[in-house]
């Protein structure tokens, strides 16, 4: 078939040709722009879910929808290198200066720049050009207080222009505990005053890692939302639809079969989309096609998507994660993991946390761990062969 024809997007981020079964969510989503348009309150958003099922994807198309609505919007994804008010400044100033592009620059959209001017320099982040001009502002030095006056800030500088701000952090789980809860307290304050400003975010399905008012608040400040595989109906869609737009069908065991192998996880189906319209020769595609196309797929899983992630470990940190895929699929206690180890809890748990830190894995629970990438455990199974045979 035509390759140039193949509407399947396999990547991180890579918006598919078939958004299946998140109607809801965007609907959830869209409304709660709506309302913070028009000056009522919503909730901010948090997705949560393991690698590849979407988030990223779901981010980036209720930024687009945010924008049709001339809401002004700032998306980027944590990045652990850098401090955290260091990444909120550079995107801070990004909003204002979308706030700024009419002629004449009001009072509060000043005022905002001069707040992260002092934001800034408390936390020694470098603005360029725009540590020239001297901020009237004091900013603590204590990021939850700092964060609280910018963000209120920028709440108000949005209300004086008539709209709305919506922020969109991606990788949410990378944000330390201080910038996390610092960051829930200054939305807090935002709900207190009604101003419209809505964040939008992802990220692993961490336990989240907060303490006292702030988790009270989080609960109440955010719709926590799992963003799942997806189920049969909307799988199925996810292949079939993309293919009819070109007059191509699938039989019925073809499509059996890649919803078996990819179990429904959206990375998975697009790739095993993608190398199934590459293996068949014609519509409608065939069992034979789908267990080819199966083959390819996975290994070029096996050589990327997983083999980059466990080669990112560490000597001990592959020993945690063997043990881990030792004890089957789903979460094991973090005792067992140690069990398999031969070593205690306490010696296991920095290891854990490496791991966690590192996005393989995640704590569903006080005392579980899992991991973050689907079907990570069989792949280490199947490449680790003194395990194949536990
Ligand atoms: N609802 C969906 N229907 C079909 N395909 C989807 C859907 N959502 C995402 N995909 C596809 O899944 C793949 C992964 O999407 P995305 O990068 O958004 O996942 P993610 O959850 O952000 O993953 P990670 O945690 O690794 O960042 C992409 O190829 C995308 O096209
Ligand atoms: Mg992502």
Known sequence: MNPIKNPYSPGAGAPPPELAGRGELLTLASNSLQR????????????LGLRGVGKTVLLNRIEQKADILECKTAIFEVDPAQTFPAQIT??????????????????????????????????????????????????????TLDLTDLFVAVGKAAKSRGTAVAMFIDEVQDIDKEGLSALIMALHKISQLQLPL???????????????NAKTYAERLFVFREIDKLDEHDARSALVEPALLEGVKFSRE????????????????????????????????????????????????DNGFFRIRL????????????????????????????????????????????????????SPERGLIAFAVPKFDEYVRRTVPELANK
């Open 311 to 362: 080669e990112k470990l560490t000597n001990r940190q592959q020993m945690y994660v063997r043990a881990m895929a030792k004890l089957g699929s789903g979460s094991s206690n973090s005792s067992e993991v140690a069990d398999v180890l031969g070593i205690s809890v306490k010696q296991a748990a920095p290891i854990r946390k490496e791991i966690i830190d590192k996005g393989i894995a995640y």
């Open 90 to 143: 550079k995107e801070v100033h990004r909003l204002l200066l979308k706030l700024d592009r009419r002629e004449r620059i009001g009072v509060e959209v000043r005022r905002a720049f001069s707040i992260l001017r002092s934001f800034a320099s408390a936390f020694r982040v470098s603005m360029g050009e725009l540590e020239l001009s001297l901020s009237s502002e004091k900013a603590t030095g204590d990021l």
């Open 36 to 47: 913070i348009i028009r000056g009522n309150y919503s909730r901010s958003m948090m997705m």
């Open 254 to 301: 073809a499509l059996d079969q890649i919803l078996k192998d990819t179990d429904g996880y959206p990375y998975f189906l697009q790739l095993w989309g993608f190398h199934t319209w590459k293996k068949a020769e014609k519509s409608p595609i065939c069992l034979s096609d789908a267990r080819n196309a199966s083959r390819e797929a996975q290994r070029e899983l």
């Open 198 to 212: 809505i964040i939008f975010s992802a990220g692993l399905p961490q336990l989240v890692r907060l303490a006292g």
